[in-house]
């Protein structure tokens, strides 16, 4: 039982720390709260199954186009909803964070009904590499299995990018100090689109990779987007390391109290661990105290 909980929650818990991950690098790098970014998640994810079932493409290989599209489509939605925002707020301490909450809940249901007009409120899955793989003594299902290789990998590029590459440290000084930035001659506003697409093709991988497994409906945004939430904040916000673990650990939670208890309380635990975490370490279990 005990390592049936550990690998199941390790796979799910993948899924969530690469979906974490962009929202941190979007609010992080750009300073958007992004309330429409489970929105995003869904519509990758219905994008693989019309991929799959209409033309017949691999969901592996839909992921290799769904990952540059969804970083086409951060960079055109900052630079045409989200740059006004941005220099609507300059000089005013909060006032992006604000508009932009407001701008993307908006966009939540402006996507929301384009999902509900295109594929339906119905419920939606795929049956795609769904044998049992022996891992431990523990059956998984290998689209999982696959699920949790991909957002393994991207996310760890992602950490050795930004700790290792020039590019990544341009990004660290924008999410640090981007008021000094300019002064060393970085281009904030490109770089702040940069981070966005980045988030934005995070979250397409992520749902991509979600719709090899889970049943979801258009109706489904607003958990993605709260997931994501908690694990940010329970990481630190900003924290991509943070980000990681986090999501790794809220995957194990839910499937322990699955498993042990009863599937209908996963959420209710969730929410219960954020509220701790946002009353006792508002910074964030792996942030540090300001």
Same mark, same amino acid.
Request: aromatic letters at 10%; a positive charge; glycine letters at 12%.
């Given at each position: 039982?005990?390592?049936?909980?550990?690998?199941?929650?390790?796979?799910?818990?993948?899924?969530?720390?690469?979906?974490?991950?962009?929202?941190?690098?979007?609010?992080?790098?750009?300073?958007?709260?992004?309330?429409?970014?489970?929105?995003?998640?869904?519509?990758?994810?219905?994008?693989?199954?019309?991929?799959?079932?209409?033309?017949?493409?691999?969901?592996?290989?839909?992921?290799?186009?769904?990952?540059?599209?969804?970083?086409?489509?951060?960079?055109?939605?900052?630079?045409?909803?989200?740059?006004?925002?941005?220099?609507?707020?300059?000089?005013?301490?909060?006032?992006?964070?604000?508009?932009?909450?407001?701008?993307?809940?908006?966009?939540?249901?402006?996507?929301?009904?384009?999902? +509900?007009? #295109?594929?339906?409120?119905?419920? !939606?899955?795929? *049956?795609?590499?769904?044998? $049992?793989? @022996? &891992?431990?003594? /523990? %059956?998984?299902?290998?689209?999982?299995?696959?699920?949790?290789?991909?957002?393994?990998?991207?996310?760890?590029?992602?950490?050795?990018?930004?700790?290792?590459?020039?590019?990544? +440290?341009? #990004?660290?000084?924008?999410?640090? !100090?981007?008021? *000094?930035?300019?002064?060393? $001659?970085? @281009? &904030?506003?490109? /770089? %702040?689109?940069?981070?966005?697409?980045?988030?934005?093709?995070?979250?397409?991988?992520?749902?991509?990779?979600?719709?090899?497994?889970?049943?979801?409906?258009?109706?489904?945004?607003?958990?993605?987007?709260?997931?994501?939430?908690?694990?940010?904040?329970?990481?630190?916000? $900003?924290?991509?390391?943070?980000?990681?673990?986090?999501?790794?650990?809220?995957?194990?939670?839910?499937?322990?109290?699955?498993?042990?208890?009863?599937?209908?309380?996963?959420?209710?635990?969730?929410?219960?661990?954020?509220?701790?975490?946002?009353?006792?370490?508002?910074?964030?279990?792996?942030?540090?105290?300001?």
């Amino acid at each position: 039982m005990a390592m049936t909980t550990l690998v199941l929650g390790l796979v799910l818990g993948g899924t969530y720390a690469l979906l974490a991950l962009g929202l941190t690098l979007q609010y992080g790098i750009a300073r958007i709260m992004n309330l429409a970014y489970g929105e995003v998640t869904l519509l990758a994810a219905f994008v693989l199954v019309f991929l799959f079932q209409s033309a017949g493409l691999s969901p592996l290989a839909s992921i290799l186009l769904i990952g540059p599209a969804g970083y086409l489509m951060g960079s055109l939605l900052y630079s045409v909803m989200m740059r006004p925002l941005v220099k609507r707020a300059e000089g005013k301490p909060g006032k992006l964070e604000v508009d932009s909450i407001l701008a993307t809940f908006g966009l939540l249901f402006v996507l929301q009904g384009v999902m +509900l007009v #295109l594929f339906g409120a119905n419920f !939606t899955s795929i *049956s795609y590499l769904d044998q $049992g793989v @022996d &891992v431990f003594g /523990v %059956s998984v299902a290998l689209n999982r299995l696959i699920a949790f290789a991909i957002c393994l990998v991207a996310g760890l590029s992602l950490v050795m990018l930004l700790a290792r590459s020039r590019w990544g +440290l341009i #990004l660290r000084a924008v999410a640090l !100090t981007p008021g *000094s930035a300019p002064l060393v $001659g970085i @281009d &904030v506003n490109k /770089v %702040s689109r940069q981070g966005f697409a980045l988030g934005t093709a995070l979250a397409s991988i992520g749902g991509a990779s979600v719709a090899m497994y889970q049943t979801f409906s258009a109706n489904d945004g607003v958990v993605f987007t709260m997931k994501a939430l908690i694990i940010v904040i329970m990481g630190g916000v $900003g924290n991509v390391a943070g980000a990681l673990a986090a999501g790794f650990a809220l995957g194990l939670v839910e499937t322990f109290v699955a498993t042990m208890f009863d599937p209908g309380l996963t959420l209710a635990a969730t929410f219960a661990i954020f509220l701790i975490v946002l009353i006792w370490r508002p910074q964030g279990l792996f942030g540090r105290r300001s």
